[in-house]
């Protein structure tokens, strides 16, 4: 072979050789290019995924965290929640009714707080009805009511709880009690009225107030308007936006495990357009007590005033509840 065809040979297979080297590059380099694009693309929407995730958690942290704080305050403020003794005013009203003859009493309770009652008397009373008001405001405002009570031909001791109207002290559930076996002992005790004459008689707050009284002490009968069965109840029924509040008040002004243990009979009055206690928890309470027992529905909208706008029906209800015992 001439030195010339052998050069041309050298050349044919180094070209050759060139050639296949571009090949492979091209089909090894394109490739590449395309999987780091995918690769890229799927970092960047798992990271995106990841983000969104955080904030996610994040906010639902800060969620927890404010409610949390929300139960807080609330369980600190609780008894400016429950209790409105300077609602509207602490002192407010007329002190000396006119249609009442109204004796000012003052009592020392077991743990020595000073409180304020008014006695009423009628001549010709059969029974006492020792009132037990609401969580607002004062007894002068509830002259009305005791009117009606005491033209039932009957006695009234109305009772100011601690920290309320002329009493002293704080308001607070375990002294609430305490303040009405006060009261109950200055009935039997200092005014010699019989304890089967007495009927324990309670308006919303108060009909938790006088249930745990005829629990413990012997009376005649027990009158409820706009009674509830516990505290946590309320809270669940008025408060259902706030889940969990009920928890705060859990065991408090649990009437409904009282009433298991009172045989006296009951009168439970509720309207059935009341804005504060909802009239379905009347119900409630009138299935957890025990007989005998009786339910006045009241047709209106009211709350403490059921005997203001149907005094008739209240009158003539009441009326046959005391004819029957």
């Known amino acids: 072979m001439s030195q010339a065809s052998f050069g041309f ?18 089909t090894f380099d394109f490739p590449t290019v395309a999987n780091y694009s995918r690769v890229t693309l799927m970092e960047v929407s798992n990271a ?3 983000h969104f995730h955080q904030r ?24 400016h929640l429950i209790f409105f003794p300077n609602y509207p005013s602490r002192l407010e009203g007329d002190w000396h009714p006119r249609a009442l003859p109204v004796e000012d ?3 020392t309770a077991s743990d020595g707080i000073k409180l304020h009652a008014w006695w009423i008397s009628d001549d010709n009373a059969r029974f006492t009805f020792l009132a037990f008001h609401g969580n607002a405001s004062n007894i002068v405002n509830r002259a009305p009511i005791y009117e009606f009570l005491r033209s039932t031909h009957a006695n009234v001791f109305a009772l100011e709880y601690r920290g309320y109207g002329r009493s002293e002290g704080k308001p607070g559930e375990a002294g609430f009690y305490r303040d009405a076996e006060t ?39 027990v009158v409820l308007e706009a009674p509830f069965p516990s505290a946590s109840r309320v809270a669940r029924k008025v408060f259902w936006f ?4 009920s928890l705060l008040v859990q065991g408090q002004f649990d009437t409904q495990i009282w009433l298991k243990e009172i045989h006296a009979p009951i009168l439970i009055v509720h309207s059935n357009q009341d804005p504060v206690i909802p009239f379905q928890l009347g119900q409630e309470v009138y299935v957890a007590a025990l007989p005998p027992k009786n339910f006045l529905e009241i047709n209106g909208y009211c709350h403490e005033e059921s005997s203001l706008i149907a005094p008739t029906q209240y009158r003539t209800a009441l009326q046959q509840f005391l004819s029957s015992f």
């Open 9 to 26: 040979l050298v050349r044919l297979v180094a070209s050759e050789t060139r050639i296949r080297t571009l090949h492979v590059a091209g």
């Open 48 to 50: 995106r995924k990841k």
């Open 56 to 79: 996610l958690l994040s906010l639902l942290l800060t969620i927890l965290v404010a409610y949390i704080l929300v139960l807080a305050l609330v369980r600190m403020f609780e008894s």
């Open 105 to 107: 009493v003052w009592l």
């Open 183 to 221: 009261a109950y002992d200055y009935l039997v005790n200092t005014r010699g009225i019989d304890r089967k004459a007495i009927i324990s008689f309670g308006q919303s707050l108060g009909t938790a107030v006088a249930i745990h009284l005829a629990a413990r002490r012997q009376v005649a009968g």
């Open 242 to 245: 706030l889940p969990g509040v």
